[in-house]
């Protein structure tokens, strides 16, 4: 993935931004170009230091608001790695024995779990139990039940709970949002999101049940869910789901190889969404009584290409991570409320939506949301 930091996001930004969406994007770039922020970063400490962690750490060379404070592993070997690395002092490094210890830890903020997702609710409630704000990868939980009792927790904590959506921070897919909501081309109709990518790797995770809780649904056909909804700006009101082929019995005994469903929305629109783990896929298509508008790539971490019916979309590539922990550290810094498309209660309506594909797939039945 390639660097670019805050300054040349902002820098080139106004070169780059097209015209359909200069009027909404420009004030609020030449804004932020005018007020660099100087003052107190939001110290966080992440908790797992897999793959996805270490993209976390490079996003915080270009954050703002946030500081890598902290980190939980169980690895005492990584936690050296990680402490000479990114200059963490020994008082903020945790395992998971003694990680409730943090809520001693004034130099600890927020905690971020980038964990298998079987873990994120424990963490998350412990978390919140020691005072601090949370932000939880997604999926959010494996359950309905799980989001509940994270919610919950961290409401009876008085702490905020976060859900990593990065891409509602990133201009690509707020354009789209955008195109869609406000109806740019009209009502949209027809949704397309699929995004998957091909595994082989029978110890990965992601592939036992346990600890992922599903399948390919569970890791990157979240996107799909979310994109349906942000673009229509619309709950489902059913779904109804298919199960692919089980194309290697070694590697997918426990979660699904590929899932498809398709979501009715309020308006009468339609999604058809797929996820994967035996091919690479990464497309949202929409179409609108007046037009169309795409990104291939669109889910994934970039870089992204749009185009409408009036032209391509013209964007600034920027670091998806550094936007999503500046746009969340800013706002509890200055003690404001996030906002509602980032909360827990959002991972709640996703894991709604998932539940039911899991159950029309495995019954055959048209699922109701409502």
């Known amino acids: 993935m390639k660097k670019f930091s805050r300054r040349s996001f902002l820098l080139n930004a106004g070169l780059t931004v097209s015209a359909s969406t200069a009027a909404i994007a420009l004030p609020i770039l030449i804004t932020e170009r005018q007020q660099k922020y100087t003052g107190k970063k939001l110290n966080i400490a992440l908790v797992g230091l897999g793959r996805y962690a270490g993209i976390l750490a490079d996003g915080f060379q ?9 980190i939980v592993t169980g690895h005492p070997a990584k936690a050296e790695q990680w402490k000479k690395q990114y200059t963490i002092p020994d008082k903020n490094i945790y395992n998971y024995q003694n990680f409730d210890e943090i809520a001693h830890n004034n130099d600890i903020d927020l905690v971020y779990v980038v964990l298998p997702n079987s873990m994120h609710k424990e963490y998350t409630i412990r978390a919140a139990k020691a005072g601090k704000h949370v932000i939880c990868e997604k999926p959010m939980g494996i359950s309905v039940q799980d989001c509940e009792e994270m919610i919950k927790a961290c409401k009876d904590a008085g702490v905020q709970l976060a859900i990593g959506y990065r891409l509602h921070y990133e201009p690509y897919n707020l354009e789209i949002k955008r195109l869609g909501q406000e109806k740019v081309f009209g009502q949209v109709r027809l949704i397309e999101a699929s995004l998957g990518y091909r595994t082989s790797d029978p110890n990965e995770w992601r592939l036992h049940k346990a600890l992922s809780g599903g399948g390919p649904l569970m890791n990157v056909g979240i996107y799909c869910v979310q994109c349906s909804r942000y673009v229509s700006g619309e709950e489902p009101v059913s779904v109804t789901a298919q199960f692919g082929p089980v194309t290697d019995k070694k590697l997918f005994v426990e979660v699904e190889a590929s899932v498809m469903w398709q979501l009715e929305f309020p308006s009468g629109a339609v999604a058809n969404c797929s996820s994967t783990y035996n091919c690479g896929v990464d497309r949202v298509f929409a179409s609108a009584d007046d037009g169309q508008f795409e990104l291939s790539p669109a889910i994934s971490y970039g870089p992204f290409v749009g185009k409408t019916s009036n ?31 980032i909360t827990g209660e959002e991972g709640l309506k996703d894991l709604k939506v998932m539940e039911a594909i899991y159950q029309s797939a495995n019954t055959g039945r048209k699922i109701s949301l409502v």
């Open 311 to 341: 032209g391509p979309l013209n964007f600034p590539e920027i670091n998806q991570q550094a936007a999503q922990m500046d746009g969340i550290g800013k706002l509890i810094l200055e003690n404001k409320p996030l906002p509602d498309h």
């Open 62 to 70: 270009y954050s703002e608001y946030c500081n890598l404070a902290g």
